[in-house]
């Protein structure tokens, strides 16, 4: 069992791990060569603590707490001698760290685990060079380690399986997500895709093809990466990049890169590379001209697909580890599947002629997916497997099949709503009612541009009142049966959701809203009324005034005035609309299933009933609660000062 860690190196990424691992409650010595480095970083992490005081995320005794945990030391003997486990975070250079771990060698106990956190150096190599290779592994912490959520567990060859658990676990105390790297590569699993993926930008941009500002606003505003590639190049640090590429010879430095580094044109860290860093971070214009991005995009999939051939990780936990280590959106595997893996591959094949490195070639397990036709969303069957008896809906399961996912996927018809839609979101949801497994429910819209734009009008052909109060008590029928749907709904209003789409966004439980979209019920416009619940639950959420305000002028709000007027709950910047998403999910699925049930019926069906008849639904509901074994264990975990752990029983 760990108790006390030390961690070896009080840089950056040392400092900021002795942090984390206080913050979790562990004993921590932190060792580096000399006292001034050490005050540094002690510095470093009372200004962090006392932000996180300000920003009230933490009690000032709290932070007195993970600071007295901490015991900065010159001697190895004091730092190492009773320590569990020692993660080493001294500069990328292999003989220094060997020459660290010998030193250790003479004060610790037999059975401490070492650690590095190299970012690409053999854990293997380092592992051996000590004497306890089966208790060596690579932690790879991401900078900054307070904030960045994973963490690479690197096998080293004779790294363990005990090893491996106990690191994992160990991750999981410090609140990190960790993923394993089951054989050990150059780059592991992040970098061995993302060093190529910058540097075939910077190609382009050697070669003439694309201006960085074109090749960065494609991806940001195509595939909503927070930041494009040749920015975040600048921002990482491009000598970090130009060794990257010398040390793991994925893809050779274009000669504008090795430019920069003798020029000491760094980036972001000496104010200038690509970009002009003076004034701070470069303003990236939203025209994404005629860059193509899918020449980096297959790239990295073709990566991933290497990665899943040669057995290091699979496709979730690539995906994950992308999404966590870089703030991607999307994992290269799911937006793989989203375009098409035949179209990957051909795009992979004319790239390969063309520039004739290595990771475009498609690799093999690529090239017999797509011959056996297994080509991702289309065919139902690519990284991940898809329920295909929906047309116009992708539904999926996440994060241990316990958040469900509808995607209205007619990107085409900006995700309008069609008969044929309805009656298949009401089979979705008897679907996935029974579905003991799932939690909660997402809905969301395929692409960046719409949520959805509503009632698909060319089912309105023939708008006779008959026909027209059928369509309308479809439409109410199915978004009745999300309001009633026993688990929690979130709808991720990702871009326009006007009509319908906003009606179908009411009846969920929560929204989450993207800024740069657009909501409202916007039928008056064709001098229609909302036909779907929305002239009925909109003035339950917004009030009576704002309401007809907005139907009666049809008017669209931004995310920022949609969160203002409690239409949604939260507008989101773009970059971390997923995460946010997601955060609430999975704070839902951890929450009691019945109880979570049974306070949704009360809230929606008590809430314009008489008080004393609202209250006799919630007794019946409190009754039910309290009938629970997950009752039981709340009341349990409360006393015993731990996490629940609810079973939905």
């Not at 929906?390 to 900006?414: G, H």
Request: proline content about 4%; hydrophobic content about 45%; overall charge neutral.
């Amino acid at each position: 069992m760990i108790k006390k860690v030390a961690v070896l190196g009080a840089g950056v990424m040392g400092h900021g791990i002795a942090q984390v691992c206080a913050t979790a409650g562990y004993q921590v010595t932190v060792k580096d060569v000399a006292q001034e480095i050490l005050d540094k970083a002690k510095k470093a992490i009372e200004k962090n603590l006392t932000k996180a005081v300000e920003k009230k995320k933490i009690s000032e005794e709290k932070a007195k707490e993970i600071l007295n945990r901490i015991v900065f030391t010159l001697s190895f003997e004091e730092a190492v001698r009773d320590a569990d486990l020692i993660i080493e975070a001294v500069p990328e250079i292999m003989d220094l760290k060997k020459k660290v771990f010998k030193e250790v060698q003479k004060y610790v106990k037999k059975d401490c685990i070492f650690a590095t956190n190299t970012s690409g150096l053999s854990v293997t190599e380092l592992g051996n060079s000590t004497d306890r290779p089966e208790k060596f592994v690579g932690l790879h912490f991401f900078n900054p380690p307070q904030v960045m959520q994973l963490v690479e567990v690197v096998r080293g060859e004779k790294t363990s399986d005990e090893t491996v658990k106990v690191s994992v676990e160990f991750v999981k105390s410090l609140g990190k997500t960790p993923v394993v790297v089951k054989k050990e590569v150059p780059g592991f699993i992040v970098n061995r895709i993302l060093v190529p993926y910058l540097t075939l930008a910077i190609d382009d941009v050697d070669k003439g093809l694309a201006r960085q500002e074109e090749i960065d606003a494609a991806m940001i505003y195509t595939y909503n990466f927070p930041m494009g590639p040749i920015e975040l190049s600048d921002f990482i640090g491009l000598d970090v990049l130009f060794f990257a590429t010398r040390q793991w010879g994925l893809v050779k430095a274009p000669k504008i890169l090795e430019q920069k580094f003798e020029a000491k044109q760094l980036g972001a860290k000496t104010g200038k590379g690509f970009y002009d860093w003076s004034s701070g971070r470069p303003k990236i214009p939203k025209e994404v001209g005629k860059y193509d991005p899918l020449r980096l995009i297959a790239a990295m999939i073709n990566i991933a697909a290497e990665l899943i051939q040669m057995g290091v990780a699979d496709a979730k936990e690539i995906d994950t580890a992308m999404k966590l280590g870089t703030n991607m959106p999307k994992g290269p595997c799911e937006i793989g599947d989203e375009i098409g893996l035949d179209f990957v591959k051909n795009k992979l094949e004319e790239l390969y002629k063309e520039k004739g490195f290595e990771v475009l070639k498609p690799v093999e397990l690529l090239s017999k997916m797509v011959e056996n036709k297994k080509l991702g969303i289309k065919s139902g069957e690519g990284f991940y497997k898809y329920d295909t008896k929906f047309k116009n809906l992708i539904v999926e399961k996440i994060e241990n099949n316990r958040i469900a996912k509808i995607t209205i996927n007619r990107p085409q018809r900006l995700n309008a709503l069609s008969i044929e839609t309805l009656d298949e979101i009401y089979e979705a949801l008897k679907m996935l009612e029974k579905d003991s497994e799932v939690r909660v429910l997402i809905f969301t819209g395929a692409g960046d541009k719409a949520f959805s734009v509503g009632f698909d009008l060319q089912d309105a052909k023939d708008l006779t009142p008959f026909n027209s109060m059928k369509i309308a008590s479809k439409g109410e029928f199915v978004f009745t049966q999300i309001e009633r749907f026993p688990k929690p709904v979130i709808a991720a209003v990702n871009g326009y959701a006007f009509g319908g789409g906003c009606e179908l966004a009411l009846a969920c439980d929560f929204r989450i809203m993207k800024k740069g979209a657009q909501i409202g019920l916007t039928e008056l416009s064709l001098a229609l009324i909302p036909g779907w619940g929305g002239t009925q639950r909109l003035p339950k959420i917004v009030g009576l005034a704002k309401a007809k305000e907005m139907i009666m002028l049809a008017k669209r709000i931004d995310a920022d005035e949609a969160e203002k007027i409690g239409l949604v709950n939260k507008a989101v910047d773009a970059e971390k609309f997923e995460e946010e998403v997601m955060n609430l999910a999975r704070q839902l699925a951890n929450g009691p299933p019945i109880s979570l049930a049974v306070a949704k019926y009360a809230i929606n069906f008590g809430y314009e009933l008489p008080v004393e008849v609202g209250q006799v639904i919630e007794a019946a509901m409190f009754g039910i609660a309290t009938s629970t074994q997950d009752a039981a264990e709340g009341i349990s975990a409360f006393f015993e000062k731990r996490k629940p752990e609810f079973k939905g029983r």
